[in-house]
């Protein structure tokens, strides 16, 4: 089976912009959740989705948002781009009956 | 709220000795999982060993152990026959069994290994 797949794998955007970082999952696995990973902060839970519906929400403000297809797949987006925004986004996949499993992460820049 | 601390920044052991990282967690909670991540330079985070809350007994993995002290919240993990592989960055992580899926780690313990 292909692993949970990130892309694009590097990314550098202007403060002011969006971006929308993909996660495909592990095939048959229903949830994805993402966690931003920075120096300062560590690795936080951003959210969590499953069967298309966000099940949990982490301490984030309203300009990170995400979003799950019937297939699975998620996208994250982060509008309005901040200089603290930059990160090593991961992605993690599980079904209901194993751990999760993290792709290799998007590294976003902001300058 | 739950929080999971790691007091140890960086960590050094020998090539074919054993090391034991430290975590230990806050949480009312009576059941949950522990787990230990390891992320090497390629950034993807790999699952070392989980260890369930009501199991007594410790969790292994090969060359990986865990001490579990669910009374003193302290959840360890000790890596046998250190192997250049091993150098990484170990997080400690917790969740809890309900259905969300959300996990909180700890800060991070960089391992070197000495060739």
């Known amino acids: 089976k292909a692993g949970v797949t990130q892309t694009p794998r590097y990314l550098i955007k202007t403060r002011g912009q969006q971006v929308t970082l993909s996660c495909s999952p592990i095939s048959g696995h229903r949830s994805v959740s993402w966690y931003q990973q920075t120096p300062g902060q560590g690795l936080q839970f951003l959210f969590e989705y499953f069967s298309e519906t966000q099940r949990n929400k982490g301490n984030f403000p309203g300009r990170f948002s995400g979003r799950q297809f019937s297939n699975s797949r998620s996208e994250m987006n982060v509008s309005t781009l901040e200089l603290g925004d930059s990160a090593l986004y991961l992605c993690?996949?599980?079904?209901?009956?194993?751990?999760?499993?993290f792709g290799q992460g998007t590294r976003l820049t902001v300058v | 709220a739950q929080t999971v601390t790691q007091s140890q920044p960086e960590m050094s052991v020998q090539e074919a000795e054993t090391v034991t990282l430290s975590c230990t967690y806050d949480t009312s909670e009576s059941d949950y999982y522990l787990f230990w991540y390891k992320q090497p330079p390629s950034r993807q985070m790999i699952l070392v060993i989980r260890?369930?809350?009501?199991?007594?007994q410790n969790a292994t993995e090969n060359r990986f152990s865990v001490n579990f002290q669910k009374a003193a919240k302290s959840f360890s993990l000790k890596i046998s026959d250190s192997q250049l592989g091993d150098a990484a960055m170990y997080f400690c992580a917790y969740r809890r069994t309900d259905s969300s899926y959300k996990l909180i780690f700890g800060s991070g313990t960089r391992l070197l290994v000495r060739p």
């Open positions: 993690a996949s599980r079904d209901l009956n194993t751990e999760a499993f």
């Open positions: 260890q369930e809350a009501y199991k007594q």
